[in-house]
């Protein structure tokens, strides 16, 4: 059955008819940047001073930050085709496999959440493995709670005297501790299926230099929240090609939860980066630099709950960028001090990962540039229109063809994949303010996402900056329209069409901002993804 599993899993990968045109569409999409990237930079020669110039700096910038990233979304596609099934060592007796500790980190969470995880990590089909619940409240309601829970399921608890390094700090302190050759790490609300470490245990005992072999997040509670069925899918879409193409070069990283670990890798690093909010980003580049193999298994074997509502995504948004743009950060100087160090692939991935939340300060450059030209007459646009529509044209078209086209191919439909877009682009102002922390290096402190929904909505007064921007989008659209009409002026016309197409996509605030739970969109199956495909289905360890 398992080689029945591998072979169908293969197939998948295989182009086919429409991965072929898939990937021609991706070779035309590149071209098609590329020329109209140049066709910018020649009108951005032979500068002066002026408000003008400055915004055309600013879009050209804005731009080529967009056309960077879809071009890596596109060789992502491409290379996924290319990404063989790794090799796995046989276990003939289960009862003397490699011994693993699976680790769950948790502090103040919910009793039920814990309970539930808990019980399904007892109920891990895989005889040699100890359950350690790594406690690290504060609280004493918490600590009996803790010690309640690790009594009923019959697992050991690992508290510490000394609290650093938040959740990487509690899992180095443990981990110095035991002697097990592999760490699996699950958080507090994630549960995985009998059969996870069977999957994943041979493909580590099949090469000895794989330093962790990680799993995609599936998130069940999106028929409970407009909010977790939209970042639902962003993890689908991230756990699709992009993950598929940066293990096919070596270059996956690891996502904190749902991974299998060899101690070796960790304790050959000092353990996880316990500096960086988003440790297993930073950890990865060091496992990277050391010579250590990575690899995405693209089976979803767990399951767990998103955040509800928009203020529990805004902060879960706010740590992920912080912490990936911190790591940027760094990895800016270690490229001027090594550049050997990694692979030209792993530069360019790493750079792709850790450069994706600088989307937000693009977004808001390119939102404004319209209003600031339709109210105040700064042009940000200086190439004929003819020009613009033989070169920009087509390439956003040719990037829209492929997102939707390439996650078709997933099963999955348009209308779903719309919530990505809208949930995305009104975080924009979270991405800025920790695009501006990770420039000063300010210290971010590392914060839990809500594992329960709220009743309340977020107050408008926190959404000001969304709401700022949707209102310029507004008086600007009115008065081009005005400009239009009275006095004939139709050089505003492009202008507001970028206008319009922004005031809608703001306006989708007001839709998420409900309260914590609301059903997902109608005629819409929160699960659908998971049946989609043979290799997004749960591990079965057959």
Request: glycine content about 8%; charged content about 15%; aromatic content about 14%.
């Amino acid at each position: 059955m398992g080689a029945t599993r591998v072979s169908v899993v293969e197939e998948e990968r295989r182009p086919g008819v429409g991965g072929t045109v898939l990937g021609l569409a991706i070779y035309l999409m590149i071209l098609s940047a590329c020329g109209y990237l140049f066709l910018r930079t020649f009108f951005v020669q032979d500068l002066r001073w002026s408000w003008n110039s400055v915004a055309l700096i600013a879009m050209f910038l804005a731009e080529a930050f967009v056309i960077f990233q879809s071009i890596g979304y596109g060789i992502n596609i491409l290379y996924s085709f290319r990404n063989p099934p790794p090799p796995r060592a046989p276990i003939p007796d289960w009862s003397k496999a490699p011994s693993v500790a699976i680790l769950m980190p948790a502090r103040h969470e919910p009793t039920e959440v814990l309970n539930r995880t808990l019980a399904c990590l007892k109920n891990l089909d895989y005889p040699n493995k100890t359950v350690y619940f790594l406690d690290d409240s504060s609280d004493p309601e918490y600590l009996r709670a803790a010690e309640q829970l690790a009594l009923r399921h019959g697992v050991r608890l690992f508290r510490r005297t000394e609290r650093h390094g938040a959740k990487a700090g509690i899992i180095n302190d443990c981990v110095s501790t035991l002697s097990e050759k592999y760490i699996a790490v699950f958080d507090a609300d994630q549960n995985p299926t009998p059969g996870f470490l069977k999957d994943l245990v041979p493909i580590l005992e099949g090469d000895e230099k794989l330093a962790f072999v990680q799993t995609p997040q599936f998130y069940t509670n999106g028929d409970r929240s407009a909010v977790a069925y939209g970042a639902n899918l962003q993890h689908c879409i991230f756990y699709e090609y992009i993950c598929e193409g940066k293990s096919a070069r070596n270059s996956m990283i690891m996502c904190g939860t749902n991974v299998v670990i060899r101690r070796k890798a960790m304790l050959d690093v000092g353990g996880l980066d316990e500096s960086s909010i988003t440790e297993d980003f930073s950890t990865t580049i060091q496992w990277h630099r050391r010579g250590w193999k990575s690899h995405f298994h693209h089976k979803v074997g767990v399951f767990g709950s998103g955040p509800e509502t928009l203020g529990a995504y805004l902060k879960q948004q706010y740590r992920w960028s912080r912490g990936n743009l911190g790591v940027l950060r760094k990895m800016i100087g270690l490229f001027f001090r090594s550049p050997g160090s990694l692979s030209a692939w792993q530069w360019w991935e790493h750079l792709v990962t850790g450069s994706y939340y600088l989307i937000g300060t693009a977004y808001t450059i390119l939102m404004l540039l319209p209003v600031l030209y339709i109210l105040l007459g700064v042009s940000s646009f200086r190439v004929a229109y003819d020009l613009y529509a033989y070169t920009f044209i087509p390439y956003f078209s040719l990037s829209l063809l492929i997102f939707y086209g390439s996650m078709r191919r997933r099963n999955y439909s348009a209308v779903p994949l719309l919530n990505v877009v809208l949930l995305g682009f009104i975080t924009f102002p979270v991405f800025v303010q920790a695009a501006w922390g990770a420039l000063w290096n300010n210290r971010a402190k590392f914060t839990i996402t809500e594992k329960q929904g709220g009743t309340a909505a977020l107050p408008f007064r926190a959404l000001w900056p969304q709401l700022a921007m949707w209102l310029l989008n507004l008086a600007a659209l009115l008065w081009g329209i005005n400009t239009v009409v009275l006095e004939t002026d139709w050089s505003v016309i492009f202008a507001m069409v970028w206008a319009g197409y922004h005031f809608l996509l703001l306006s989708s605030v007001f839709y998420y901002r409900a309260a914590g739970v609301r059903s997902a969109p109608a005629g819409v199956d929160p699960e659908a993804s998971l049946r989609a495909t043979p290799a997004r289905t749960a591990a079965t360890g057959t």
